[in-house]
C-alpha cells in the first residue's frame, strides 16, 4: 500500500527537528570561531619567534658593525698620531661613521677600550684656543671669585672637537721599563754584535729605550723651547727666544739634528719651529694683531726676511697639543730638577772630602735627600711666579 503522506501537524513536529539538524547550535555557532582564535594564535608565536630571531640578528648585526668602525677609528686615530697630526671630529664622521653621525659616542667609547687595553693610549680632545687663553688670564684670583659666588665658566667653548692620542700608561711602569736588565742586553747583543755603528741604535738592556726613541733630540729642543715661554710668562717675543736658543748654542742659521729614521738628517731651526706650529705643540701671533678678528698667524719667517722689527712683532706661546701632551707641571719639573743637578755639579768638591772625613761624609749623605726636596720646592716656586700663577697639570 502506499504510504500516507505527513499530516501538517506531524511535518510542523518535523519541522523543527530537521532545521535544528540543519543549523548550526550555539556550541556550532562558537567552535569555528575557536579553531580559527587558535589558528591565529599558533600563526602570532610564530611571527613572534621570528621577531625574536630578526631582532637578534639585527643586534648582532649592530655589534658587528659597531666593532668594525671602532677599529676603523682606532687605526685613523694611530695613522694620524705617527704624523703628529690632531684627528678632528669631521674626519671621524667622514671616515668611519658615515651616514651613522648619531653613533659618534657608542663608536668612540669602544674605541677608547681597544686603544687602552691594547696600545696603552687615550683618546683626548684638546681645549679651544679661547677657551685655554681665557683661562690662563682669569688668574687665581678670579677663580676664587668663581668658587665663593658659585659662578662656573661655560663649558660649551672648552672642547676644539680635536683630538690627540695621549699615554695612559703609569710612570712608575715607564721608568721600570727604562730600567737596565742585563739578560735583555746580552740578547739584544747577540741580536746586534755590531752595535758600534753610529747609525744604530745603542742598546742599553732596556724594554724602553730612548735612545731608539723617535726624534730625541728634537724633543730636547722642543722642551727647552716650552721651559723659556713659561718662565717668560707663558709668552715670549720672537727676538727673545732667538736670543735664548744661540745662548744655548742653537743660532738662527743652526739645525736641529734628526735621527737616521727620519727623511732629513737635520732641520733649520725655521723649518722645525714650523713644524711645532703644525703639530700644535707652539703657537705664533702677531702683537697686537685684532684677536676678535682671529689676528695673524703662521709659520716662523725664514731668518734671511726678517729683521729685528719684525721678530720683535711676533710672541710665542703654547700650542694645545703641549697642554694636553705634556703639562706645565711636567715642564716646571724638568726646569728645576735641572737647576738642582746643576747645582749638586757645582758641589761636587765635597765629595772629594769624603775619604778624609767618612763621618762628615754620611751626615751630608743622610741630609742630601732633604736639601734636594728643599731646593725643588724653592725652584718650583720662582717658577710659578716667572710663569704668572699656579702650574696646570695635562688637560
Given amino acids: 500500500m502506499p504510504r500516507a503522506a505527513p499530516s501538517r501537524s506531524q511535518r510542523t513536529q518535523n519541522a523543527p527537528q530537521a532545521s535544528q539538524s540543519q543549523r548550526p547550535t550555539r556550541g556550532g555557532r562558537n567552535r569555528a570561531p575557536v579553531e580559527e582564535e587558535e589558528d591565529d594564535d599558533e600563526q602570532g608565536e610564530d611571527e613572534d619567534e621570528m621577531d625574536t630571531g630578526g631582532s637578534q640578528a639585527r643586534r648582532v648585526d649592530g655589534e658587528a658593525e659597531l666593532d668594525r668602525k671602532a677599529g676603523d677609528l682606532v687605526r685613523l686615530a694611530l695613522f694620524m698620531e705617527h704624523k703628529r697630526t690632531a684627528l678632528r671630529r669631521e674626519d671621524i664622521t667622514k671616515k668611519v661613521l658615515g651616514s651613522s653621525s648619531r653613533s659618534f659616542g657608542a663608536v668612540f667609547e669602544k674605541a677608547q677600550k681597544v686603544l687602552s687595553k691594547t696600545f696603552g693610549m687615550e683618546l683626548v680632545e684638546l681645549q679651544s684656543r679661547n677657551y685655554r687663553e ?118 738662527g742659521s743652526g739645525s736641529v739634528t734628526m735621527t737616521s729614521h727620519s727623511t732629513h738628517k737635520s732641520l733649520p731651526i725655521d723649518t722645525y719651529l714650523g713644524q711645532l706650529i703644525r703639530q700644535g705643540y707652539i703657537d705664533r701671533q702677531q702683537l697686537g694683531g685684532n684677536k676678535a678678528a682671529g689676528g695673524k698667524r703662521g709659520r716662523a719667517p725664514a731668518a734671511t726676511q726678517a729683521n729685528a722689527d719684525d721678530n720683535q712683532a711676533w710672541e710665542w706661546r703654547w700650542g694645545n697639543r703641549a697642554y694636553s701632551e705634556i703639562g706645565e707641571k711636567a715642564v716646571g719639573q724638568f726646569v728645576a730638577e735641572f737647576m738642582v743637578e746643576r747645582t749638586r755639579d757645582n758641589d761636587g768638591d765635597d765629595d772629594d772630602d769624603e775619604n778624609a772625613a767618612p763621618a762628615r761624609a754620611r751626615g751630608r749623605v743622610k741630609n742630601r735627600s732633604e736639601v734636594v726636596e728643599k731646593k725643588l720646592a724653592t725652584i718650583l716656586k720662582g717658577i710659578e711666579r716667572a710663569a704668572g700663577g699656579t702650574l696646570t697639570d695635562v688637560r
Fill in 134 to 251: 681665557q683661562d690662563n688670564t682669569a688668574g687665581d684670583d678670579l677663580q676664587e671669585a668663581r668658587n665663593a659666588t658659585g659662578v662656573k665658566k661655560k663649558a660649551a667653548a672648552a672642547g676644539s672637537k680635536t683630538y690627540i692620542l695621549r699615554s695612559v700608561l703609569d710612570p712608575v711602569i715607564i721608568e721600570h721599563a727604562a730600567l737596565s736588565d742585563e739578560r735583555l742586553l746580552e740578547e739584544q747583543m747577540a741580536d746586534d754584535p755590531e752595535g758600534d755603528d753610529d747609525d744604530i741604535p745603542r742598546n742599553y738592556g732596556s724594554i724602553i729605550s730612548w735612545s731608539s726613541t723617535d726624534q730625541l733630540g728634537a724633543l730636547g729642543v722642543l722642551h727647552v723651547i716650552l721651559a723659556l715661554i713659561l718662565v717668560n710668562g707663558r709668552t715670549i717675543t720672537d727676538l727673545d727666544l732667538r736670543a735664548n736658543l744661540k745662548r744655548l748654542g742653537l743660532p
